[in-house]
């Protein structure tokens, strides 16, 4: 027993060592552990007052979701730091995005009402939430995913209907919903795409944000409400392509601070981080890539193109119906470097820019081929005047007209 002990690793190791058996047999490890080791270094070191119930003060869950701009940050002499962990250390950002927006966020989630995150999609709503609830309580577990067939007991609480019918109804019979188990442990939920629920599921928050309280009507005497503990608060995310917050009702609404997620708007951080995002999805498949710069440019301008619907230059664009996010542009850069990296032959990754952008355009609209034609024709093929690698571009052109597409 004492042996099992000395080898059963703390939360903090398990997370700063990727080698341990359980990671690598996970693709991707939740916010709390990947960024365990910074976790900790925080929480050791912050002496700023919290708001009840929270893991960090609401500047360092900032610092930790924006970074500390290449300063570090050293922990005072008497900080008592968990074994292994640095005494100074750089926080990487890992939202791109407003400051201000992060410490709206949080400080909404320190108030009465709810957080909803709402903006296009692959825009960093569901990555923001994640690491929101990492830093301010320790988990991001706690997690409902919006569908249409979600009901009101998703949202609540259902049985366990074995129990429930041999012995009746009692605390022990429950099934939490992660709603439930927030409230109870005073920490954040999450409701991811919470419009796709219908209004009527999602009204059933209602009293869950305003009163704080859960009735539950079948269990008798104290059992049948539950009081949120301190810290306890919902942060939601609404996809503005899928069904709008347009349906959600009125009295949900006022329930909820709205803060709109924009997409990146420098170009060169938007390069930056699409080139982090897919060395770092790589390297969780093993894979350890060299990006290629030049891809990264191209990929991105032609994504911002598509997605603005104008150049830099001024030129205009047609946009696609496809979303043309941040988030797919890493999927791309990734896609095209792990064919480089599985097959030697593969030397050239412009050459597959064409092929994965059709892959991403050609979903909902069957003239979304022509838009990515006319794209070529107009600003690819200017460029290419001037450009060898828009030349380049310009030169594959018969890829998207000779791909066979049904959609
Ligand atoms: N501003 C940003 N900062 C950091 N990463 C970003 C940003 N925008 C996009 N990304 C990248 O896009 C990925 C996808 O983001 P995420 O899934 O959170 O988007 P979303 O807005 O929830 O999309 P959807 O509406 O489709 O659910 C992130 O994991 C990250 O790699
Ligand atoms: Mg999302």
Redesign the pocket.
């Known amino acids: 027993m004492a042996k099992k002990k000395a080898v059963r690793k703390t939360k903090a190791e398990t997370a700063a060592s990727p080698a341990s058996p359980q990671d690598s047999a996970r693709q991707q490890a939740p916010a709390e552990e990947r960024y365990g080791e910074e976790l900790a270094f925080l929480r050791a070191i912050d002496s700023a007052p919290r708001p009840a119930g929270w893991q960090l003060s609401p500047e360092r869950v900032v610092d930790f979701l924006c970074g500390t701009d290449g300063e570090s940050i050293r922990a005072p002499a008497a900080a008592q730091l968990p074994a292994d962990t640095s005494r100074s250390m750089k926080l990487e950002a890992?939202?791109?995005?407003p400051r201000s927006l992060v410490e709206r966020c949080v400080v909404t989630l320190a108030g009465e009402r709810g957080l909803l995150l709402v903006?296009?999609?692959?825009?960093?709503?569901?990555?923001?939430g994640?690491l929101l609830s990492a830093a301010i309580s320790g988990t991001s577990a706690l997690t409902i995913q919006g569908t249409a067939g979600a009901s009101e007991d998703h949202l609540r609480y259902g049985w366990n209907y074995a129990m429930l019918l041999d012995q009746g109804p009692r605390p022990e019979a429950l099934v939490p919903s992660p709603v439930l188990t927030g409230m109870k442990q005073g920490a954040l939920v999450r409701i991811?795409?919470i419009t796709r629920c219908l209004p009527e599921v999602q009204d059933a928050l209602i009293s869950i944000l305003s009163e704080r309280r859960l009735m539950i009507p079948e269990l008798s005497g104290e059992a049948g409400s539950v009081f949120a503990a301190p810290g306890f608060n919902l942060i939601a995310?609404a996809?503005l392509?899928d069904r709008g917050v347009s349906e959600m009702s009125a009295a949900l609404k006022r329930r909820f601070n709205f803060e709109t997620?924009m997409?990146?708007s420098d170009p060169q951080q938007e390069v930056l981080?699409v080139g982090d995002?897919a060395r770092a999805v790589l390297q969780e498949s093993g894979i350890t890539p060299e990006v290629d710069r030049r891809l990264l440019e191209i990929l991105v301008t032609t994504f911002r193109d598509l997605r603005d619907g104008r150049t830099d230059e001024g030129w205009s664009v047609e946009r696609p119906a496809a979303?043309m996010?941040?988030?797919e542009a890493?999927t791309v850069a990734a896609a095209i470097t792990r064919q480089g990296a599985f097959f030697a032959s593969q030397k050239d990754p412009v050459s597959l820019v064409p092929g994965y952008l059709l892959g991403v355009v050609f979903k909902d609209n069957s003239d979304d081929r022509d838009r990515l034609l006319a794209y070529w024709d107009g600003p690819v093929r200017r460029r290419s005047e001037s450009d060898a690698l828009w030349k380049r571009m310009y030169e594959l052109r018969h890829v998207l007209e000779d791909a066979e597409l049904e959609i």
């Open positions: 890992k939202f791109v995005g903006g296009q999609p692959g825009t960093a709503k569901s990555m923001l994640e991811e795409e995310t996809n392509r997620v997409p990146i981080l995002r979303v996010s941040t988030a890493v």
